[in-house]
């Protein structure tokens, strides 16, 4: 798990360090004291978040398991998807990343450039298979966790979508 936090966690939780402030954030009033910061909307969004990662991953391990009589190559489209599943949706609670302002700090795309050349790499490379547990996997199968990253893409849009209604409602 250590493993797969640095490759895929760490260097997106660096960039969103040095990421542009949101707008308008020394406008709003502080927190009282004692408040925490896990609200109920951030503690349902990341429990609805982490379930869908969570089944969508357990998914692709049975599509590897069933369509290509390999659990290990399951577990390697799982692990590439779950890597380019990008940082860029934790910018934001509620702001949508499908505008340009998505891509306007250069730490970030630099490191979402960075991720995606190791989510391909995990797979391809033998230092990094033998160290993350990883098999080599062809494009039909990396198309597999494309398709999967998109799917957690638009399904947290979505949850982003909704939480902007509620909020203006």
Known sequence: MLWIHFVVNAS??????????????????????????????VLVTV???GLAI???????IELGRHHFDSVGTGRSIAFT?????AAFECRSETDSVLTTSTFDSRQMNWVALTQFVLAV????????????GTTRIDA??????LLAALALLL???????????????
């Open 47 to 49: 429990g609805a978040g």
């Open 121 to 132: 790499l995990v797979t391809q490379l033998d230092g990094f298979r033998r160290i993350l």
């Open 12 to 41: 997106f939780g660096f960039a969103l360090g040095f990421d542009r402030e949101s707008p308008g954030l020394m406008r709003r009033r502080p927190r009282p004291r004692g408040e925490s910061v896990l609200t109920r909307p």
């Open 155 to 169: 399904l947290w849009e979505a949850g982003k979508f909704l939480a902007r209604r509620i909020r203006n409602a």
């Open 140 to 145: 039909r199968r990396f198309g597999w966790a």
């Open 81 to 85: 998807a779950f890597a380019l599943f």
């Open 54 to 60: 969570t089944v969508l991953l357990l998914a692709l």
